[in-house]
T-cell receptor, first 118, second 114 residues
Framework: AQKITQTQPGMFVQEKEAVTLDCTYDTSDPSYGLFWYKQPSSGEMIFLIYQGSYDQQNATEGRYSLNFQKARKSANLVISASQLGDSAMYFCAMPRNAGGTSYGKLTFGQGTILTVHP | DTEVTQTPKHLVMGMTNKKSLKCEQHMGHRAMYWYKQKAKKPPELMFVYSYEKLSINESVPSRFSPECPNSSLLNLHLHALQPEDSALYLC?????????????FGPGTRLLVL
């Protein structure tokens, strides 16, 4: 069975500073992927970034990057130069199917609420 | 274009009403999903359609009835709901085959059952 753990219920950061949101996972699949989603108070789940377990480099998308440490089973999201609009709930998620390559179920963490202060 | 649209944005219904939620995507995705989400909790999968056929039903009560009329549309028919069904209902879509299995979500429908 897979498990995703986000240990930070809430995080605060000053505008323009960087922040790291933690995500650890547990899976027996040799090949898997990890997603990060942002959910503002409006409700929409916005895809941010994806990391495959066999990707040689950490994924980056603009101000978002993944600090992927396979041996530690962690895939932390780093947001650089925080903006007020980054205030939202952030979810780490993993596909539940074997190998992480099939469509279908996502295992979500419990989420972290990020608040960016001006 | 990674847009999934959902209507209505908000819905208030009584326990005896029948209503429907609609979801549409034009990304050519052949997998579509319904999720239910309570406040400050992660989404919970309800149904998955693949190639317009129901492939996953997460033991959802029969008062929720999904329908996939074509590859772009997904409906969720609601009947005789309970107050505890009040939640945010999210639709998502993804590819079925190939490397990109990212699920793209719509803005959701906030449902209140009185």
């Amino acid at each position: 069975a897979q498990k995703i753990t986000q240990t930070q219920p809430g995080m605060f950061v000053q505008e323009k500073e960087a922040v790291t949101l933690d995500c650890t996972y547990d899976t027996s699949d040799p090949s898997y992927g990890l997603f990060w989603y942002k959910q503002p108070s409006s409700g929409e789940m916005i895809f941010l970034i994806y990391q495959g377990s066999y990707d040689q480099q950490n994924a980056t998308e603009g101000r978002y990057s993944l600090n992927f440490q396979k041996a530690r089973k962690s895939a932390n999201l780093v947001i650089s130069a925080s903006q007020l609009g980054d205030s939202a709930m952030y979810f780490c998620a993993m596909p539940r199917n074997a190998g992480g390559t099939s469509y279908g179920k996502l295992t979500f963490g419990q989420g972290t609420i990020l608040t960016v202060h001006p | 274009d990674t847009e999934v649209t959902q209507t209505p944005k908000h819905l208030v219904m009584g326990m005896t009403n029948k209503k429907s939620l609609k979801c549409e995507q034009h990304m050519g995705h052949r997998a579509m999903y319904w999720y239910k989400q309570k406040a400050k909790k992660p989404p919970e999968l309800m149904f998955v359609y693949s190639y317009e056929k129901l492939s996953i039903n997460e033991s959802v009560p029969s008062r929720f009835s999904p329908e996939c009329p074509n590859s772009s549309l997904l409906n969720l028919h609601l009947h005789a709901l309970q107050p505890e069904d009040s939640a945010l209902y999210l639709c998502a879509s993804s590819q079925v085959r190939g490397g990109g299995k990212t699920q793209y979500f719509g803005p959701g429908t906030r449902l209140l059952v009185l």
